[in-house]
């Protein structure tokens, strides 16, 4: 690999300096929640705000997959608390998608006998949008203790961490149950069900053994910048190591192996407008 998509050489507490902004903005709304927990009892606007975040905490639940794949902090302890914050905002504890999404969907997912994020029906039939976004996310934890069963190290920390964020949620609701519902219970329900709505069309009906034939792209800049390139997807999953900057220089590498079939908008893309918007800023392929 070539130096380009290595971390870059520096003394911060970050592995990359890509990850600042994200980070930073994360961290933000992390502090705009507690904020609203203590300081506001209105019930409406519980009830705006949590709309309001809807979209909002769902792209959130990129960057915590990004981490799950390369660890944001070199330290350690900033690393789980950072993963604390992340599961009050998307639903997914301290290595949850380590065991299920990088050692269960990334090692499998040419195998719908075995892939974690499967999109066939135990009759080789493929599931609906709907079915696998209950499927995927109703399994999500069982899944994930299955895998860690072969991964006893990262199991521990995953039972260990999962069950201090159940703690403290349970300490949250009991102090405010109001604030607690709208600010951290919903969200995470809602951010876990909306992850496993938008990954449906990653993969869906790519039945093949080929690597480079088995994910959907999308190039949308927009929609690039707000999931930290996830739209690169086959690159991904060719390299799923490589941090989420260098994504697109992978992409450029690989782009002549990718089938045009193969670059499509996502449902979020498509959401805003049909596409229109952010069509604006998408260069024709």
């Known amino acids: 690999m070539q130096a380009n ?10 592995r990359f300096k890509e990850d600042r902004w994200p980070v930073a903005l ?36 990129a ?3 990004h981490h799950q794949h390369l660890f944001t902090f070199r330290n350690k302890s900033l690393n789980r608390v950072l993963e604390f914050f992340y599961a009050l905002h998307t639903g997914v ?13 990334h090692l499998n997912f040419l195998d719908q006998e075995k892939d974690e994020s499967r999109w066939k029906r135990k009759d080789g039939t493929q599931m609906g949008i709907l079915e696998y ?12 203790y299955t895998v860690g069963k072969k991964h006893p190290k990262q199991l521990k920390i995953f039972v260990r961490y999962t069950a201090l964020t159940l703690a403290i949620i349970i300490g949250l609701i009991i102090w405010n149950p109001l604030a607690a519902l709208f600010l951290f219970v919903l969200p995470m329900i809602t951010s876990l069900l909306f992850t496993a709505y938008v990954t449906y069309e990653h993969h869906s009906g790519l039945d093949t053994q080929n690597e480079f034939e088995a994910s959907h792209n999308n190039l949308n800049p927009v929609f690039n910048f707000l999931t930290g390139n996830l739209g690169y997807h086959t690159a991904h999953h060719y390299k799923q190591g490589v941090h989420w900057s260098r994504l697109p220089q992978l992409h450029a590498k690989i782009a002549h192996k990718i ?15 049909g596409g229109t918007i952010l069509d604006l800023f998408t260069k024709k392929q």
């Open 5 to 14: 998509l290595q971390p870059s050489v520096n003394s911060s507490i970050f």
């Open 26 to 61: 994360i961290l933000s709304l992390t502090v705009i929640d507690f904020i609203l927990y203590f300081a506001v009892t209105s019930i409406t606007v519980f009830i705006t705000y949590y709309a309001i975040m809807l979209i909002p905490k769902g792209v959130i639940c």
């Open 63 to 65: 960057w915590n997959h």
């Open 93 to 105: 504890s301290t290595h949850l998608w380590r065991l299920h999404h990088v050692l269960g969907h």
């Open 133 to 144: 976004s209950l499927n995927v996310a109703l399994t999500a934890y069982p899944r994930g």
């Open 259 to 273: 089938p045009k079939e193969m670059y499509k908008k996502s449902n979020i893309t498509k959401l805003f407008l």
